[in-house]
C-alpha cells in the first residue's frame, strides 16, 4: 500500500454522476427535431455529458489538455525504435508549440500544457514547461520495481495537483496525453496484469519497433509480469510496471472525476493509467469519454474491458493526446444538442404521426 492511497484521501472517493435524470434527457433528446436517435452516438455522448453536468450542459468550450512525460528504464533494452533521449527532445518541441498536439490544440482552441513528470534530463531551462520532476526515468520494470512506493505516491499526488490547478483556472473538459519513449512497453505489461492476459495479446509497434525491437519488448514485458505474478492490487502494480507519467495521469484522472468533470482520454497509454483509476475508484469510469481507438492492438482490449465506445477511428498511434484534441469538439457540439436546438413543440413543427390502425 502506497502512503497516500488516492482513493482514501480527504476529497473521499468518486461518486457517479447524477446532475441530472436520464429519462428526462433521453425524452428531451426524443423531442428534438429529429428522429428519435438520429444523431447516433452523438446522442449517447450529450446523455453522458448532461449526467455529469447537467441538463443542458455548459458550451464546453475551455478545455484542456494535459501532456506528461516521464523516461521508462525499460527503454534501454531497445524495446523503441526511437532512443530515450528523444523524450526530452519532444518535451522542447511541445513547449516550444512544434509538435502535432500544439498544431491539433491551435486548430481546435484548446489549451495544451506539457509536463515533466520524470523525464531523464534537466528541462528546467524550457520556458512553458511544469516542472513537476519525481524522478529521472523509472528502473527497469523487466528486473525489478519502475518506482519506488514513495515515487508512484509522489507522482499520484503531481498529476492530481496538475489537474486540479487547469480545473480551478476555469477548464469545463479535461484531456490526457503522454510522451516517453518506452511507455508503450510499460502500458503493456501494466495493463495485461491488472486484465490477468498474456502480453502477447496486448503488445504493438508502439514508436514503429519491428523485428529485434519488437523481440525485446516482447521479452521485457514477459519478464515483468512474471515478477508480479500473483499480485493484484491496483497500486502496487502501477508501482511496479508502471511510469511517472502514468502514475500522474492515475491522479489527475481520479481529481477531476471527485471534481466532477469529464476527462477525454486518448490512446493506448492513458488508457492504461484509466484502467488503473477505475480499479481504484469504479465509478470513475462514468467521467470517461474514449477519444478514439488506437492502432496498437491493445487498445481495443482496453476499452472493451473499460466498457468505453471510442468517438474516432483515425488509425492514430502517436500518443500526446492527439487523439483527444481531435474529439474536443465533439463533445461541444454533444452539448449544444441540449443547450441549442429546438425541440418540435417550441419550434411549431409537427412531430411523428401516429401509426395507422
Same mark, same amino acid.
Given at each position: ?25 433521453? *425524452? ?11 444523431? /447516433?452516438?452523438?446522442?449517447?455522448? *450529450? ?22 512525460? #516521464? ?14 533521449? !528523444? ?10 508549440? /512544434? ?14 500544457? !506539457? ?34 512506493? =514513495?515515487?508512484?505516491? *509522489?507522482?499520484?499526488?503531481? =498529476? ?21 519513449? /518506452? ?15 498474456? =502480453? ?12 529485434? %525491437? ?9 519478464? #515483468?509480469?512474471?515478477? !508480479? ?27 477531476? *472525476? %471527485?471534481? =466532477? ?47 468505453? !465506445? ?8 502517436? #500518443? ?18 441540449? %443547450? ?18
Amino acid at each position: 500500500m502506497l502512503a497516500s492511497d488516492p482513493v482514501h484521501d480527504p476529497e473521499g472517493a468518486v461518486q457517479r454522476p447524477r446532475a441530472a435524470d436520464p429519462d428526462a434527457i433521453r *425524452a428531451h433528446l426524443d423531442a428534438l427535431t429529429k428522429p428519435p436517435g438520429s444523431l /447516433g452516438r452523438l446522442e449517447e455522448l *450529450a446523455l453522458r455529458l448532461a449526467l455529469v453536468y447537467g441538463d443542458p450542459p455548459p458550451p464546453l468550450r475551455r478545455r484542456s489538455v494535459l501532456v506528461l512525460a #516521464g523516461d521508462h528504464g525499460v527503454a534501454r533494452r531497445g524495446v523503441s525504435a526511437y532512443p530515450p533521449e !528523444v523524450t526530452a527532445q519532444m518535451c522542447r518541441n511541445l513547449a516550444s508549440g /512544434g509538435a502535432a498536439a500544439c498544431v491539433l490544440a491551435r486548430a481546435v482552441d484548446a489549451d495544451l500544457l !506539457v509536463a515533466d513528470l520524470g523525464v531523464d534530463a534537466d528541462l528546467e531551462d524550457v520556458p512553458g514547461l511544469a516542472h513537476r520532476k519525481v524522478g529521472r526515468g523509472t528502473r527497469d520494470l523487466a528486473s525489478g520495481p519502475a518506482m519506488t512506493p =514513495g515515487e508512484c505516491d *509522489a507522482a499520484i499526488t503531481a =498529476g492530481r495537483g496538475l489537474a486540479m490547478e487547469r480545473l480551478g483556472s476555469g477548464a469545463e473538459v479535461l484531456a490526457l496525453g503522454d510522451m516517453g519513449i /518506452g511507455n508503450t512497453t510499460s502500458a503493456s505489461a501494466l495493463t495485461a496484469a491488472i486484465l490477468g492476459l498474456q =502480453g502477447d495479446r496486448l503488445i504493438g509497434p508502439g514508436t514503429g519497433s519491428t523485428g529485434v %525491437r519488437l523481440r525485446a519488448k516482447r521479452t521485457a514485458v514477459e519478464r #515483468g509480469l512474471e515478477r !508480479v505474478a500473483g499480485v493484484t492490487d491496483p497500486l502496487r502494480l502501477l508501482q511496479e510496471l508502471g511510469g511517472f507519467e502514468i502514475a500522474g495521469m492515475v491522479g489527475a484522472i481520479l481529481a477531476a *472525476a %471527485r471534481a =466532477g468533470r469529464v476527462v477525454v482520454i486518448d490512446g493506448f497509454v492513458v488508457t492504461a493509467a484509466s484502467l488503473v483509476a477505475t480499479r481504484l475508484s469504479p465509478a470513475v469510469v462514468h467521467y470517461l469519454v474514449a477519444a478514439h481507438r488506437s492502432a496498437e492492438p491493445g487498445h481495443t482490449i482496453q476499452l472493451e474491458a473499460l466498457g468505453l !465506445v471510442p468517438l474516432l477511428d483515425l488509425n492514430l498511434r502517436l #500518443g500526446e493526446g492527439t487523439g483527444a484534441l481531435l474529439a474536443l469538439p465533439l463533445l461541444t457540439a454533444a452539448a449544444g444538442l441540449l %443547450r441549442d436546438m429546438a425541440t418540435f413543440e417550441s419550434a411549431g413543427i409537427a412531430g411523428p404521426a401516429a401509426a395507422p390502425s
